[in-house]
């Protein structure tokens, strides 16, 4: 009876039959995984989600947890119930009611519930086994006698005519329950062999899905820190364009202001001058000149004269604009402090990287801004110097990065050959291992003849991909010891990475020949 009802509790609800790879919804009900997949399905097409045996209904659709205690306990259940599956196998001299078969006899072809097969062993001492409706492979296909013996030289079973006429006569053969006993045996310690495997498998599946979980969580977090990142930016575009478009407000207001100010003073002169104008109009036409002469509101002046023009020589002009490098420079400051804060958040610093024209040698030609090395054959007159190249064309830049998170990109005319990376300042000026990425003391990337190569220590690994743009970002974190080259196309691509214990100052290091020239971006 417990028997019965702990198989009830071990159920699926769905197939009404064991679990079957059990899994388990967040409201904590079980199903087969088949089951519960093929429910979620069709729920898929109606637009929803629910448990199916508490209704419990979720937003999205759910994620199945393996349930490895219930599947274990399901496992030792069946192996101890082997009369719990579903034979259909019935005695057969219960005609009235159906009464389960608990054994079958195979001398005399007929199955036996407990009563039956009480009275059956009462009068007859027959070989019994499991129940079963197929008693031929119970028997021997030649000679048509129950199978007794095992030949494990054949790895056949056998009836007595076999081993005493047949051609296993003269073998070494076993009982059918000893050979089956050793057979488990060896199973057994088969088994024991395989557990520690599946254990292993086991364990690298869960850290596997927990990898992917911790993977799909970062995900979503970064998300949410890119959404925010750009929630930033366009709060903070917003304050720039609202400062910029007031700016040209207050230049306009101002502006405006003035010239209304002169219109109104000019518009009062007119009006002056008008009157001025009518009543000289008006003396004009007396004909008295006694009145005439003695008018004293009559004023004759020259052009420009201060005592009709108010003191302001007569003209009044305005050619004052619109200050268009302030309302620039408005723009440009606050976008600079956009990407500024944008670097700042997401932890990375943009080094203003200079070439250090000491160490370059003879052919290397610097630009004037130090952000350009060229391969040239006109060669500047250089003073000797204890840092400067001698065998290879490479230059290193003024500053080193010796700690923090550091982006910066550099472009290649794509003539030549050219190789960019980092370099500590203790590498070897002269001889054939001086070169960037020739020793333990330099990585690179190599960009010739179409292809991509990386280097260290000698070490050369050609990259699969094709180079297809002519600019590169470079990534450094010194504390994680790790150096990461990108190529900047559309969508970006990963190039290569490096790991390495930094112990030195890293310098940025430019290799130039056959032509090439490289330049760091602003």
């Keep these: 009876m417990a028997s019965a009802e702990l198989r009830d509790q071990l159920n699926c609800s769905i197939c009404l039959s064991l679990y079957t790879d059990p899994v388990s919804l967040r409201c904590g009900h079980n199903f087969c995984r088949s089951c519960i997949v093929s429910v979620l399905d069709a729920q898929e097409a109606a637009g929803g989600y629910s448990c199916p045996d508490c209704r419990a209904e979720y937003p999205e659709r759910p994620a199945l947890e393996k349930n490895r205690k219930l599947r274990n306990i399901v496992e030792r259940f069946s192996s101890t119930q082997p009369d719990m599956k579903d034979t259909s196998i019935f005695c057969a001299y219960c005609t009235?009611?159906?009464?389960?078969?608990?054994?079958?006899?195979?001398?005399?072809?007929?199955?036996?519930?407990?009563?039956h097969l009480t009275v059956h062993n009462k009068t007859l001492d027959h070989?019994?086994?499991?129940?079963?409706?197929?008693?031929?492979?119970?028997?021997?296909?030649?000679?048509?006698?129950v199978l007794e013996y095992y030949c494990p030289q054949d790895a056949a079973c056998l009836c007595v005519s076999c081993c005493l006429v047949g051609e296993h006569r003269g073998h070494q053969v076993e009982l059918l329950d000893e050979a089956s006993e050793k057979k488990k045996k060896d199973l057994r310690k088969y088994l024991d062999e395989l557990n520690p495997q599946k254990i292993d498998i086991w364990t690298r599946v869960q850290n596997l899905q927990d990898h992917m979980k911790n993977i799909q969580e970062k995900a979503s977090n970064k998300r949410m820190n890119v959404s925010k990142i750009f929630m930033d930016i366009k709060k903070q575009v917003e304050m720039a364009e609202k400062k910029a478009l007031s700016e040209v407000s207050r230049q306009e207001e101002k502006i405006v202001s003035?010239?209304?100010?002169?219109?109104?003073?000019?518009?009062?002169?007119?009006?002056?001058?008008s009157r001025k104008m009518r009543h000289m109009e008006e003396m004009c036409r007396v004909t008295d000149p006694i009145r005439l002469l003695q008018e004293s509101d009559i004023t004759v002046c020259s052009h420009g004269g201060d005592e009709d023009t108010g003191?302001?020589?007569?003209?009044v002009s305005f050619e004052e604009d619109l200050d268009e490098v302030l309302i620039s420079l408005t723009s440009h400051r606050s976008m600079r402090d956009i990407v500024t804060n944008v670097t700042s958040e997401l932890g990375v610093h943009v080094p203003d990287i200079l070439l250090d024209v000491d160490t370059a040698p003879r052919r290397?030609?610097?630009s004037e801004d130090l952000k350009t090395a060229t391969d040239s054959y006109n060669k500047p007159v250089r003073l000797e110097s204890p840092g400067r190249f001698v065998t290879s064309a490479q230059v290193l830049s003024r500053c080193g990065l010796f700690s923090g998170r550091h982006y910066w990109e550099v472009e290649w005319n794509q003539i030549g050959q050219c190789s960019v990376g980092l370099s500590y300042p203790s590498i070897e000026k002269k001889g054939e291992h001086s070169g960037i990425g020739y020793n333990d003391k330099s990585w690179c990337l190599d960009m010739y003849n179409e292809e991509y190569n990386v280097w260290h220590n000698s070490d050369v690994l050609t990259l699969s991909v094709k180079p297809t743009s002519p600019t590169l970002g470079v990534f450094l974190d010194y504390e994680a010891g790790r150096l990461s080259f990108y190529e900047l196309c559309d969508p970006i691509r990963h190039l290569h990475t490096f790991t390495a214990s930094f112990t030195e100052p890293?310098?940025?290091?430019?290799?130039?020949e056959v032509g090439a020239s490289v330049t760091i971006r602003s």
Excluded: M, W, Y
């Excluded at 003191?311 to 003209?315: I, L, P, Y």
């Excluded at 890293?506 to 130039?512: A, T």
């Design 311 to 315: 003191g302001d020589g007569g003209e």
């Design 506 to 512: 890293l310098h940025v290091v430019f290799s130039v």
């Design 96 to 115: 009235k009611s159906p009464v389960p078969a608990v054994k079958s006899c195979l001398q005399c072809e007929n199955t036996f519930c407990n009563d």
């Design 258 to 273: 003035q010239i209304s100010h002169l219109i109104k003073k000019l518009e009062i002169q007119e009006d002056e001058l």
């Design 364 to 366: 290397v030609k610097i």
């Design 127 to 145: 070989i019994l086994t499991e129940p079963t409706r197929s008693f031929d492979n119970k028997k021997c296909s030649l000679h048509k006698k």
